[in-house]
């Protein structure tokens, strides 16, 4: 009987978790159309470079276009997030709407993720790897990026409306910020 509450509960933390919320995070002066976000971790920071179009301070969900529900389900998909925490949320207020969420696996190696993670890499540089897959009509970019102490994790999504969109957003947004950008 314990076990069956304990289950429960568990089960209950899991699914009600939020990820969609504003987590406030540093910015950088940039010169250019660009924000620079400063992430801060426990034995590490990084910054990166985001178009001007990423929202992070404020929620309107008219521009979120994915539920609580699928975003729990595409987070979780190719890799557990149970040991992670958030530490950013962000998205495009443009007719494209990219959702971006961040989360810190402590103490791992991309190594360690490469062998958890379901599915094979779509890019690999220097200290970052890259995957992408498909869940209920959008497009996930999975991007890991080594950090002294763990790994950060940048999952966007993207619900593409053809094959043409669903390309410009791997090589134009992602492949662009994440391995040329920053």
């Keep these: ?11 209950l933390f899991n699914s009600c978790s939020n990820y969609i919320r504003v987590i406030s995070s540093k910015t950088a002066p940039n010169e250019q159309a660009m924000q620079t976000r400063v992430f801060e971790f426990p ?9 001007g179009d990423y929202r992070f ?7 979120i276009t994915l539920t609580s529900k699928e975003a729990r389900k595409i987070i979780s998909k190719n890799l557990p997030v149970k040991d992670a925490i958030q530490f950013t949320f962000a998205y495009t ?8 969420f961040g989360f810190y ?10 062998a958890l993670y379901r599915g094979a890499p779509y890019k690999k540089q220097y200290s970052s790897i890259m995957y992408v897959s498909e869940f209920s009509g959008y497009v996930t970019a999975d991007v890991f990026r080594e950090t002294e102490g763990g790994v950060a994790r940048f999952i966007t999504i993207y619900k593409p409306a053809n094959e043409k969109s669903r390309e410009a957003f791997i090589d134009r947004e ?8 920053s």
């Design 1 to 11: 009987m314990k076990l069956l509450k304990l289950l429960t509960l568990l089960f």
């Design 105 to 114: 696996y402590d103490s791992r190696t991309l190594e360690n993720i490469a």
């Design 174 to 181: 992602i492949v662009e910020l994440y391995f040329i950008r």
């Design 57 to 63: 301070d404020t929620l309107d969900h008219r521009y």
């Design 43 to 51: 034995a590490d920071t990084l910054a990166l470079q985001f178009f």
């Design 93 to 100: 207020d443009l007719p494209e709407h990219y959702t971006m």
